[in-house]
């Protein structure tokens, strides 16, 4: 169907191209973006100062919502009113954020450990998505005003690590502010398109993209073939940015003057003061050797070289994020082509030196590092619009997503680092005879034992038609998306009855929890691979034990008192194993059984052979 519109000025019919913006949601500032006379450009605001917009939401007494510079400004008078980092709640459940609820000055509510996030002002409960929201509308009417035309199409951009559920609260987000969100993009995949890598075709690269910003850091190896992005690895610090750097330097000055820092900070307005203070010093400590202030006539000075020693911890610890990074992306320092940088803290000059060190080259840094990931959104925008035909892009799953099996074992289906889009599917059958229900329960995490995973959600499919454990032949798809979301499709493939769920997790994973089970899966690798050589043993023998008092069940006239007799003893002895925790001992009692019952089942075999032979010839 055409669209036409309509200069009500003139009454003429506007041709407009098709417009999709490109937009970065982030935990500090974020931005909106589109492409200007062939070429990406970040949208300032009415008072064409800058292109941030603090993602700082406020709730005026008078039930206003502001967004912005003019909220951010709220953030030390009205605190409890007044919503930041908003981001770092995106598809988390309360039991997730509890151990870092002191970092917001806000109240985070809910008793239901399970479910999502809300958060207090007043009197009135918002979650997450309904603040994202706002941010979101706010960089609408923004980039509205610049066009003078209505936008409703949006690319929005989000971490690599995001996970099903916190891509879906973004995506709903953009819903709620009237966005239709074609496309949810990886954030160095933006900004290695901002650098225009990946547009050629022909080219190929492994890239490093490094994104340090107020209080999150970030490091993804992707490698670009073919015009694919793949993220071979992500890494990071939930809690390390620039707001430790200015931390940094306010604890310098409190030492240097001899200060009490208890007192300070339980000045609220002096340690503010003082934190502006460190932020002002720390950006003039980027193109100078030396700041000099004072705060309430306290000195407030500081030399690059003291500043340089202050945050190399700090950067040192982004450094040995970068090598996690590059080994489980299992490429060498010296495969990386290109290192781009991201977020407002690369402009710190040690920060680039010793990125560049480790990876004995030059960084990208010509890109405005606060508008990378928003001009690479527009720039993916504009090849959805069909402005820049042959480019797909693809990422990859971060953590492996699979179904519980009998004995409460994790079944990976899709591998961690699956590409995606994907599709995959994977035969079972039943255990029980005459089951009609099948419950498919959905979970990710690297576990052998889905107790350990996190579990993404369930459903049953039912009206399975009767029939013998072992006969029904369910096949079970993971469909994830170019956005990460998944959809699990169980169908019986005997009678076509089939059931399917869109995973909307009923709660997120954070980075933090998500880092965790990556190395609690290595830490426990080889009990884990106990424990499950035990689950599958003691599932085996279940089923032995099964068949076993079915044959005897069935097969009383050809068994003689002593082979019955012992078929049950053996079986019995069998129970006892399975009872216990020693797998040895259970494929022991499996091996006597089937042993014993091996010439037993060849007699039946050839006895029921030759009832349907006789039946036959009647
Ligand atoms: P982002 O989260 O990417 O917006 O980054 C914001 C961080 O970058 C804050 O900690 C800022 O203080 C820091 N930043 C911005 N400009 C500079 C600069 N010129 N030098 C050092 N840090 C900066």
């Keep these: 169907m055409a669209k036409f519109a309509i200069d009500l000025k003139s009454g003429d019919i506007k041709n407009e191209a098709e417009l999709i913006v490109g937009i970065d949601l982030g935990t500090t500032n974020s931005l909106v973006a589109y492409i200007k006379n062939g070429q990406a450009e970040a949208v300032k605001g009415k008072n064409g100062k800058s292109t941030l917009v603090p993602s700082v939401v406020h709730f005026s007494p008078e039930g206003k919502i502001v967004v912005g510079d003019a909220a951010k400004e709220k953030l030390i008078s009205d605190p409890e009113n007044t919503i930041y980092s908003v981001k770092r709640l995106m598809g ?80 709903d987000a953009g819903k709620l502010a009237g966005l239709d969100v074609l496309r949810i993009v990886n954030e160095p995949t933006a900004a290695s398109l901002a650098y225009g890598i990946g547009l050629d075709q022909s080219e190929s690269h492994t890239i490093a993209v490094y994104d340090l910003g107020g209080g999150t850091f970030d490091i993804s190896i992707l490698r670009i073939q073919d015009g694919v992005f793949e993220v071979l690895a992500t890494n990071g610090d939930t809690f390390l940015g620039g707001d430790d750097f200015d931390r940094a330097i306010v604890d310098y000055w409190t030492a240097e003057n001899k200060l009490d820092s208890t007192q300070i900070n339980a000045d609220k307005e002096l340690s503010q003061a003082l934190r502006l203070q460190a932020e002002k010093a720390k950006k003039a400590l980027s193109s100078e050797s030396e700041y000099r202030g004072e705060v309430n006539t306290i000195s407030c000075q500081i030399t690059r070289e003291q500043f340089d020693e202050l945050i190399q911890p700090l950067v040192d610890r982004t450094i040995a994020c970068c090598q996690n990074a590059l080994k489980d992306a299992q490429v060498q320092l010296a495969d990386i082509d290109r290192v781009i940088m991201v977020g407002g803290s690369t402009r710190v000059p040690l920060v680039r030196e010793s990125v560049g060190q480790t990876f004995g080259q030059e960084v990208y840094d010509k890109v405005n590092p606060d508008e990378v990931v928003a001009l690479g959104a527009a720039i993916q925008a504009d090849i959805l619009a069909g402005n820049q035909k042959d480019i797909l892009l693809l990422d990859v799953t971060p953590l492996s997503l699979g179904i519980e099996t009998v004995g409460g074992l994790m079944d990976i289906i899709l591998p961690r680092n699956s590409k995606i889009p994907t599709r995959v599917g994977r035969r079972y059958t039943t255990s029980v005879d005459g089951q009609r229900n099948l419950k498919i329960a959905v979970y990710q995490g690297e576990r052998d034992l889905i107790q350990h995973n996190r579990k993404l959600g369930e459903f049953i499919l039912k009206g399975i038609p009767p029939m013998p454990a072992g006969l029904p032949k369910v096949e079970i798809q993971f469909i994830l998306n170019a ?39 290595i830490q426990n690798a080889a009990d884990d691979m106990t424990v499950r050589a035990l689950l599958e043993a003691r599932n085996e023998a279940n089923n032995i034990v099964l068949s076993a008092e079915r044959f005897l069940g069935q097969n009383q006239e050809i068994l003689n008192e002593e082979e ?42 050839d006895f029921a052979l030759l009832e349907a032979m006789k039946g036959k010839q009647i």
């Design 92 to 171: 988390k459940s309360y039991g997730d954020v509890q151990g870092v609820q002191q970092y917001f000055g806000y109240q985070i509510i809910d008793n239901d450990t399970e479910s999502l996030v809300k958060i207090r002002v007043k009197d009135k409960f918002y979650t997450p998505i309904e603040l994202s929201a706002e941010i979101l509308k706010a960089l609408k009417n923004r980039i509205e005003e610049e066009l003078d035309r209505v936008v409703s199409k949006a690319v929005i951009t989000v971490p690599a690590y995001f996970n099903d559920s916190q891509r879906q609260a973004t995506r």
């Design 483 to 521: 956005d990460g979301i998944l959809k699990v499709k169980a169908e019986e493939l005997r009678s076509n009855v089939e059931q399917e769920i869109e995973v909307k997790p009923t709660y997120g994973i954070s980075e933090e929890e998500m880092a965790l089970m990556l190395i609690d899966s």
């Design 564 to 605: 019955i007799a012992t078929t049950r003893s053996l079986t019995q002895a069998l129970r006892d194993a399975v009872a216990g925790t020693d797998k040895d001992a259970i494929n022991q009692a499996m091996e006597t059984l089937n042993t014993y019952t091996a010439p037993l089942a060849h007699r039946a075999m």
